[in-house]
């Protein structure tokens, strides 16, 4: 095989990337976390709770994690909704279109950020794209205003960016399912509905949840969205982490905010890949 | 047979787009019949089988079963089962769950499924694993569930796509013998796709021997054995002498040999069975040669025998080592069967 020399030429380069990149960052987030500001305004090296209990004890920073969440959800669901359909669409019934398609899904993955986000701002605006054909053909008189600035506005805008995301891995598990078993399942009388939700679905599980973590997760942590979209209605938690480490210079209540969120997206994680092993049968 | 007739295939064809498999294919099979679509690979035996369950759509023709016309049904609305090549088991569900599905999607009651699971699983031996996932159990008994999963729906007739070829050849043999009893027992038409000649003589009631997307001979075992219509036939089934010969006034020559047949003149094609082959003892038709080659088949041995002029004969002898040197064989006359040629296709 290969040589310990060779085996660790390769490994340790990638390894000290994450050690220095990425653990050493984290830890140092662990220490500002418990850590605090003194009214000079620098960082005192003090350890306590007192950012954790902070965290809780005012109202805006879990209803903001609470709405982030919510949003989260919503985001989740919609790309479920508009990606499973999608991919069975093409895993099962494209044909011959299935490369072309597939692709079409794929080529707003290369378009910035964004060009996409600025794009939704200019439909959805009070003398954007949506408004004035509405108004042109009459069916408001005025601008509707919750299209922007909105928690509508953030979902919107993150399903659309979040889709692809959601139904690559659902389009995986359902190009792995053997044909010969929708056939057999039809052979022992199933209508094709009925093939779908006792066959297909089933085992499709393991691709759904991984396109439902994505999708949450990314979503999650999202700020550029609210940022752009969101409006004061809008704001999810990771712009109140932003505003936190800049113009209101409170690194550790950011870093505490920080953790918790990684705390709970390291669980839905683990949930994720349990429910994903636990419907899994190959 | 004369039982009456259970599945009729009217004048169906075939293609994939410039590509012919399967030409005006007209077969009846009897109710109660173990019938084997026998061919090789590329003969359009599966194809065949996919258009009586509904899989594929024929580009032409009819298939009646019992006086109702078939072809236009989707396959989850005909009285057909199939035993996939692959088993083709739900991997999620259990083995009693994969037994019960055509019963649950029928919308029978839960003790009417579960009396009836628990008989099909008995059938097939399987009751100790009736919980197990198709995953932890072997190649030999998902092939026993997926038969039990087919059988519990009752159905009128039951296609199987090759389904020995992926086990070991003990297990195969085991098999071809507890499904013909099987069938016998539950009385249910089968038709079985193989490629396999010997498992074809062995289980079936009647072969039909489908060759490059035509029919080439629908018999019996013992028929399509004794008297092969064609020189594919003859050569597919069993080994065989092929001999080209030229007929004149009743006489067929084929290089040194002449025997006496009924034919009109002209050429002729004969299929002499190795078997009967013999040493030249008594009447007959004879020759002589040298052996070339022997080939050990346990009891009997294959041995090829050159009688000069490019004419090389084929004879089973009693097995023993070391066969050589020059023999006199002899045939006789009504053992040669004339064949038709078989016509090239493409």
Known sequence: MFSRAYRAAITVPPLLWVAVFLLVPYALLLCYSFWSVSSFQTIVHSWNWENYRELFRVDAYWQTLLRSMWIAARVMFFSLLLGYPLAYYLSFYAGRRKELLYQMVIIPLWVSYLVRAYAWKTILGSDGVLNTLLQYVHLTQHPLDFLLYSPFAVVLTLTHIYTPFAFLPI???LEHIPRNLVEASQDLGASPLQTFWRVVFPLSIPGVVAGATFAFVLSLGDFLAPLLLGGPSGIM???IVVSLFGAAYNWPLGAAISFCMLL???ALLFLSENLEKKWSFR | MNAPSLLSIRNVAKS?????VLRNISLEIAEGEFLTILGESGSGKTTLLRIIAGFESATSGEIWMGGERLDPLPPYRRRVNTVFQQY????????ADNVGYGLKVANLSRTEISTRVEQALA???MTARANAKPSQISGGQQQRVALARALVNRPRLLLLDEPLSALDANLRRQMQVELKSLQREVGITFVFVTHDQEEAM???DRIALLRMGELEQVASPREIYNRPATAYTAQFIGHTNLLQAQVQDGVARCQSLAWKVSLPDGPALFSLRPENVRFASGDGVRIRGTVQQQAFHGATDLLRIDCGEGLVLSMRAASRENW???????????DAIPVRASQERT
């Open chain 1, 237 to 239: 938690i990771s712009n």
């Open chain 2, 324 to 334: 050589t040197g020059k023999v006199e064989l002899q045939f006789q006359p009504e």
């Open chain 2, 88 to 95: 083709a088991l739900f991997p999620h569900l259990s083995v």
């Open chain 2, 123 to 125: 059938m097939v031996k």
């Open chain 1, 264 to 266: 709970l997206v390291l």
């Open chain 2, 202 to 204: 062995v289980m079936s």
């Open chain 1, 171 to 173: 389009y995986a598990s």
């Open chain 2, 16 to 20: 994939f787009g410039k590509n012919s």
